[in-house]
């Protein structure tokens, strides 16, 4: 059984930074793709990035791609999100998503989510 526990969301202004942290129970969190991903009220859960389990590889969507940035310690079990330039269109409730794969489609255990609130 895997248990993802978010961390590091709050309230910032726009411009400002936050850094999200996803700690993993898995004893196996090495092996494991890793992804953050948001929903904001009343939109679906929207991807944003991912890494792969050595850490050696990272994918972004576009909208993101020059602010944010994924990275891991696999010694603590740990993905962070580094988000920089933050803007109120990025409120949202921020989840982490492991895979027990760097190659299949789709993610296999979700954490409970934290908030991040930008105001303007």
């Known amino acids: 059984q895997v248990q993802l526990v978010e961390s590091g969301g709050g309230l910032v202004q726009a411009g400002g930074s936050l850094r999200l942290s996803c700690a993993a129970s898995a004893r196996a969190f090495s092996t494991y793709r890793m992804g953050w991903f948001r929903q904001a009220p009343g939109k679906e859960r929207e991807y944003l990035a991912a890494i792969s389990s050595g850490g050696d590889r990272t994918s972004y969507i576009d909208s993101v791609k020059d602010r944010f940035t994924i990275s891991r310690d696999n010694a603590k079990n740990t993905v962070y999100l580094q988000m920089n330039s933050l803007k109120p269109e990025d409120t949202a409730v921020y989840y982490c998503?492991?895979?027990?794969?760097?190659?299949?489609?789709?993610?296999?255990?979700w954490g409970q989510g934290t908030q991040v609130t930008v105001s303007s």
């Open positions: 998503a492991a895979s027990d794969s760097d190659w299949k489609a789709g993610y296999d255990y």
